[in-house]
């Protein structure tokens, strides 16, 4: 089967950073979401990795291994309003998206 | 309308009822998917549509239809509802994978 494993839940300090990991089996690979979800909102879109390596967008980053089947988001300079469930996805054979059941990331002051 | 629009926002419904959530993107986008998301569980894919005029069963289609008649508007229709389809609901589209997926706020459903 398809799977996706992320932890289900951090807590970080305001100004630090925290790496929250991915780890995925899945039937073939097109690529890797990261995507923010605030507590009754959305999901809204924070990086795609299909190569492997690190992409930097900001504050965020996105590292992904393909041979090691594993991604992390990194954030630094944590700030309050970064609170959220942060969920992977992969892109599999069948160009579906794979979820994970997410990360609940707690920001302490 | 900017984006995705879901609704109703939030609904209680008699089980055994038929209920219809609306979903509708102005981005032109080809794609478009309903999920359902419940606690401790990712998100799944109920159905999707590639294009308009075609659609196709995700991972959990039972008891749910959909229809596609033109590219904004991607309806889901729950026939005879049932309490274990409570749940908060998200209809999304794509255009570019690169871009991931956009979605609507959601519909918090509940089935008594």
């Known amino acids: 089967g398809q799977n996706i494993d992320q932890p289900t839940e951090m807590t970080a300090t305001e100004g630090a950073i925290v790496q929250i990991n991915c780890t995925y089996q899945?039937?073939?690979?097109?690529?890797l979401f990261w995507y923010q979800q605030h507590a009754g909102e959305a999901p809204t879109f924070l990086s795609y990795n299909v190569l492997d390596g690190l992409e930097e967008k900001g504050r965020f980053s996105s590292f992904l291994s393909r041979s090691k089947g594993y991604s992390y988001l990194l954030l630094k300079e944590l700030q309050m309003k970064d609170s959220a469930s942060y969920l992977c996805?992969?892109?599999?054979?069948?160009?579906?998206?794979?979820w994970g059941a997410g990360t609940k990331l707690i920001i302490k002051p | 309308i900017a984006g995705i629009t879901q609704a109703p926002t939030s609904q209680i419904l008699a089980a055994g009822r038929r209920m219809t959530l609306r979903c509708t993107q102005d981005?032109?986008?080809?794609?478009m998917y309903w999920y359902r998301q419940d606690l401790g569980l990712g998100l799944r894919l109920i159905h999707y549509?590639?294009?308009?005029?075609?659609?196709g069963k995700g991972e959990v289609p039972d008891g749910y239809s959909v229809s596609r008649a033109n590219t904004d508007d991607f309806p889901l229709t729950l026939a005879s509802a049932v309490p274990s389809q409570t749940s908060v609901y998200f209809c999304?589209?794509?255009?570019?994978?690169?871009?991931?997926?956009?979605f609507g706020s959601g519909t918090r459903l509940t089935v008594v």
């Open positions: 549509s590639n294009t308009a005029g075609t659609t």
């Open positions: 996805a992969v892109v599999d054979s069948n160009y579906q998206l794979i």
């Open positions: 981005m032109r986008h080809n794609a």
């Open positions: 999304a589209s794509s255009d570019d994978r690169v871009h991931g997926y956009t």
């Open positions: 899945t039937s073939g690979f097109n690529g």
